[in-house]
């Protein structure tokens, strides 16, 4: 193919920083090691004898010491290891937001969209007619004048309401989110790691939503046999445990979270690969992993209708196609009016964004 090719112009890929490059890599396994430094880096260690991800001019060693350098690593007091820094932290969200973006572009999966007109700063590309009511700022002058010169001809040219067109908008409002993540053994059962999509997606939603939308609330919840609040910064961190699925307790927990909020409009995602197995009976816990229990599935189903009622819809993501699961999941979502998706590990992130970013349009 015959063309210019203007060498000295050329940009240099962050890629070809031996640090940058090293650095992503890091990012990924710090993730799966739950924000354990010593073992990401032994990881690191491992790949770079293996794959020759370093050469004689940069090692390993000037890896860790520019990580520390520039304020990516920082002492824990108690017991002189490295741990992640606030500036890691923030860095690591920032890539899994990236990440699902990218996603997003190459997929076009779980793309149900949900439009409505209304009052807000965020436009379509279509037009209507202007009706009483309607912001000044949105009437579209171009084609409105257009308008009016083809109704009226330019010897009589002049402007009427009937030749004004306004901008559609997407209706944004506030919302206050609280996002779900099972926790139970089941999500690192059969050789599948599920919890480390869960959490990247989950800190790729905490920083759009800190962000870009900085007006809504999200926090995030994790549920085993019982369930508790975590920070945001605590994500990278988090584990499977020993647990069993106590959705209820989930669900309790988001129920009381949201009543507080002042916000309008709330809402429950939860993910999880599994069906309800334990729940709490004053100060024991009753569980059952063998099929549909009728006195958990009764309670659960009991709680989903209650969130029907207080205007709390829940949106199901299911990283599991089993077809019992496939049925818990669909008397759920009946008794709560919500909406269910059973994704892939890989598009769990393409599904979560989307679903929220049309759920801020339509309701």
Known sequence: MIGWHFKNYELKSDLN???????????????????????ALSWLTQLDKEHKLTDN???????????????????????????PSNKLEISLRQKALDDVFDDLQK???????????????????????????DQFDHISMYDSLKNAQINHGIDDFRL?????????????THCSTVLMIDISHSMILYGEDRITPAKKVAMALAEMIKTRYPKDTLDIIVFGNDAW???????????????HTNTIAGMELAMNILQKKKTNNKQIMMIT??????????????????????????????LATKCRKLSIPITTFMIAQDPYLVQFVDKFTQANQGKAFYSSLDGLGSYIFKDYKQGKRSR
């Open 17 to 39: 920083d031996p640090f940058e490059r090293l650095f992503k890599l890091f990012q990924e396994i710090l993730i799966y090691t739950s924000g354990d430094v010593s073992e």
């Open 57 to 83: 001019t940069y090692g390993i060693a000037d890896f860790i010491q520019d990580l520390i350098d520039k304020g990516y690593l920082s002492r824990n007091d108690r017991k002189g290891k490295f741990v």
């Open 107 to 133: 997929s076009k999966r779980g793309d149900h969209r949900i439009k409505q007109s209304g009052l807000s700063d965020e436009m379509t590309s279509g037009n209507r007619p202007f009706q009483f009511g």
């Open 160 to 172: 009427t309401e009937n030749d004004l067109e306004v901008k559609e908008t997407y209706d944004k």
């Open 229 to 243: 609040r975590i920070e945001i910064k605590d994500l990278p961190y988090l584990k499977v445990g020993p647990y």
């Open 273 to 302: 690969d599994g069906k309800p197995t334990c729940m709490k009976k004053g100060k024991k816990y009753y569980k059952n992993s063998f099929g549909l229990d009728r006195k958990i599935l009764n309670r659960t189903l009991g």
